[in-house]
């Protein structure tokens, strides 16, 4: 089954929506979406935006804060550009019905503002502690008013389609690769559908699944980082994942099922790091204490378990009016309320748990891929807005302004004639049933637990060789059974985690540095000559 848009975007969080709505305006757009459409990450976001809002604030505070976090490596000219756009982004979501909170301050209202870790300024803007929700909730809802949009839910894009899937194509130049669409898993009938379109937009956003304990949720396997690469373009940056410090600890935890985050909002609000004597410790590390950057708040927190032999550290706000409490994080009260911990009353055990990733599908200003008519924005992307540590909230930031760009940039080719090669039907000849799917839950759970334990907060070389041995093995045995099997969306997501775990051992063996988020013990500093982007790209 062949279906023809102008635009095909893979993914409904925030970077996905954002650039639907915009392009709808101008062509017919298909959005794919794996699961229900609005389970993302996006979905999940709870601390908020950030942007500069305040008189005491400005672009250039916002610019230091965000690359005095990235260690080094964000790109000046992408961090400028994504900060002097945030009001902009925070008042055309307005625009599109998001509901931010509110103060009063005499008898006006202005958006309320909160601070979180590595930020100068108060510059978050929120909506209570369930900002994500609030955020799809309006785009689906602007969505589902627009003609010219149609979500398919329940669609897993398995490969891209490229050159290496197309014969004879004419007018192409040499040496580039172009994307006409993809082959996507109709889950509920198992039909696999060719979508093609002039522009595709990959917002497949995160890679936390790869990791054992993870805030995300089941959907961020990082589909679009291995689709990207076993197409041959370029990825980068992927040892730079972000663990989050303070998601909350069960020590019955089901690691299918994401990690509850404790928002950093929520130290912005007074709370305090302390050990099980309920002293505080996070003045010994940094000077900001519990609202240092994330990195150097989840590496203490590493190192305060390792050396107390205890679970977790906990969060302590209860010093706070309880009432206050309560109004500001309702969410996260009554999730800590479920589990038997009343926050206004005693402090929340927390743990960190991998969380974004910084890396991705290299792109530049305008969210371009090195894969032609290919754009990615959003938690897939590689921008270098981040660097080697991403400010809190500064996420959903970049996918606005990223996917703002690319729509921009993209509007030229959508305006084209049709001129799709013919792209041949996906093929299940000689592929069986499988009958072996527990050794696909077992493969899932050992790159889960094998990039915890060797790929972590705290890293060695011995132990990323020994983790890139492994995976290897289990990657290359998933790649034979995907070529012997009909297609499911576990096997689909399995060889992506495969795949994507591979590439982050092998981002972080090449990086022989500890800087932000990479940390190795075997080399404790950073580096001058490692102060450059990770790249990765497939030999032809
Ligand atoms: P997502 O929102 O993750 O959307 C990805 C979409 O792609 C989903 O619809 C998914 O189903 C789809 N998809 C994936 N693979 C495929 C495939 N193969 N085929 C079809 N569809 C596919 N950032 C902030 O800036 N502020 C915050 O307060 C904040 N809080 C957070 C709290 C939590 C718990 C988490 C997990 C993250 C938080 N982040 C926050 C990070 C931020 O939410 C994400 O980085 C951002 O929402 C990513 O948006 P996205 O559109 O790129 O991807
Ligand atoms: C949080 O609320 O702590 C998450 C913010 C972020 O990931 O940017």
Redesign the pocket.
């Known amino acids: 089954m062949e279906v023809r848009a102008d635009y095909l975007v893979l993914g409904s969080g925030i970077a996905g929506l954002s650039f639907a709505l915009k392009a709808a305006e101008h062509g017919r757009v298909l959005v794919v979406t794996k699961k229900e459409r609005a389970e993302s990450n996006t979905n999940y ?4 935006i ?1 942007a500069v809002l305040s008189p005491d604030d400005s672009f250039e505070l916002h610019v230091e804060d965000t690359l005095k976090a990235g260690a080094g490596l964000c790109h000046r000219d992408a961090v400028e550009l994504v900060v002097r756009e945030g009001p902009r982004m925070v008042r055309e979501l307005m625009e599109w019905g998001v509901e931010f909170t509110k103060r009063r301050v005499g008898d006006r209202e202005e958006l309320a503002l909160g601070r ?2 590595g930020h100068s300024r108060d510059r ?1 803007v929120y909506a209570s ?1 369930l ?1 994500g929700r609030e955020i799809e909730r309006a785009l689906l809802e602007r969505v589902k008013e627009h003609g010219n949009i149609e979500v398919l839910e329940n669609h897993i894009a398995i490969d891209l389609i490229t050159e290496h899937h197309v014969f004879g194509v004419k007018g192409v130049p040499k040496g580039h690769i172009t994307c006409w669409g993809a082959y996507v898993l109709d889950t509920k009938s198992g039909l696999v559908k060719k979508l093609l379109a002039k522009v595709v937009l990959l917002a497949t956003g995160g890679t936390g699944r790869v990791y054992l304990h993870t ?1 995300n949720p089941k959907i961020a396997t990082g589909d679009g980082i291995a689709m990207v690469y076993r197409a041959g373009g370029k990825v980068g940056n992927l040892e730079f994942m ?1 663990f ?1 410090p ?1 998601a909350l600890y069960r020590p019955d935890a089901d690691p299918d099922e994401p990690a509850f ?7 912005g609000y007074g709370g305090v790091l302390v050990n099980r004597k309920g002293e505080a410790f996070m003045e010994k590390y940094h000077p900001m204490g519990s609202l240092a950057p ?1 990195d150097i708040v989840a590496r203490a927190i590493d190192q305060e378990i390792k050396r107390s032999g205890e679970p977790c550290v906990y969060l302590d706000v209860t010093h706070k009016d309880p009432d206050e409490t309560r109004a500001r994080f309702p969410n996260i009260y009554s999730r800590c309320l479920d589990v038997g911990i009343d926050m206004t009353e005693e402090p929340i055990p927390v743990v960190p748990a991998a ?2 990733m910084c890396g991705g599908v290299v792109t530049d200003l305008w969210g371009r891929t090195s894969i032609r008519n290919l754009y990615a924005t959003g938690e897939v992307a590689l921008t270098g807005v981040h660097g080697a540590n ?7 930031l970049e996918a606005l302004v990223f996917s703002d760009r690319a729509f921009r940039d993209s509007l030229a080719r959508a305006r084209e004639p049709d001129d799709f090669p013919e792209v041949p039907d996906w093929s299940e000849e000689n592929v069986f049933n499988a009958e072996e799917w527990v050794l696909l839950s077992h493969d899932r759970e050992e790159i889960r637990r094998l990039m915890w334990d060797y790929v972590g907060i705290v890293r060695s070389n011995y132990r990323l060789q020994r983790a890139l041995r492994r995976i290897r093995l289990i990657a290359k045995e998933v790649e034979e059974f995907y070529r012997r099997t009909k297609v499911t969306v576990d096997l689909i997501e399995l060889r992506n985690l495969a795949q994507v775990a591979e590439l982050i051992v092998r981002c972080a063996l090449a990086r022989k540095e500890s800087r932000g988020l990479h940390y190795n013990t075997d080399y404790p500093e950073p580096n001058p000559r490692y102060q450059r982007d990770t790249v990765l790209q497939k030999r032809p």
């Open positions: 976001a709870q601390g908020g950030a979180e870790g978050i502690d900002t805030t972000q989050h303070t985050l404790i928002s950093e909002a929520v130290r994330r969380h974004y991403r400010l809190a909230s500064n996420s959903l």
